[in-house]
């Protein structure tokens, strides 16, 4: 059973920077894919960064050349880069992971992934 704990939220200005972190445990590292998602109030969560077994990332429009998703496995942590934070980031960020046989088809989607944190929670003033 895969277990996740997110950390790092905060509030920042706009402009600002944070980084999340997702300290994970029980998977198997060559078969895992991650990512992380973000649910605002009043609005569905969305996906905002993946990165599958492979290495290979996928970002949502929204976040692209803002955000960056990366993984230590010494460390057994994911982690989501923030840089030039909006008003329109502020939202509950979470971390999601899957061992399923083959890598997502559709990564930034909440079907592709079994497990979840609880959330960590970025605020972005203007």
């Known amino acids: 059973q895969v277990q996740l704990a997110e950390s790092g939220g905060g509030s920042v200005q706009t402009g600002g920077s944070l980084t999340l972190s997702c300290l994970a445990s029980g998977y198997r590292s060559n078969r895992c894919d991650w990512a992380w998602f973000r649910q605002a109030p009043g609005k569905e969560r969305e996906g905002v960064a993946a990165v599958d077994r492979d290495g290979s990332t996928t970002y949502a429009d929204s976040v692209k050349g803002r955000f960056t998703i990366s993984q230590d496995n010494r460390k057994n942590t994911l982690y989501l880069q923030m840089i030039s934070l909006k008003p329109e980031d502020t939202a509950m960020y979470y971390c999601?992971?899957?061992?399923?046989?083959?890598?997502?088809?559709?990564?930034?989607?909440?079907?592709?992934?079994?497990?979840w944190g609880r959330g960590t929670q970025v605020t972005v003033s203007s």
């Open positions: 999601a992971a899957d061992e399923a046989r083959l890598t997502p088809v559709e990564p930034l989607e909440e079907y592709e992934y079994d497990y």
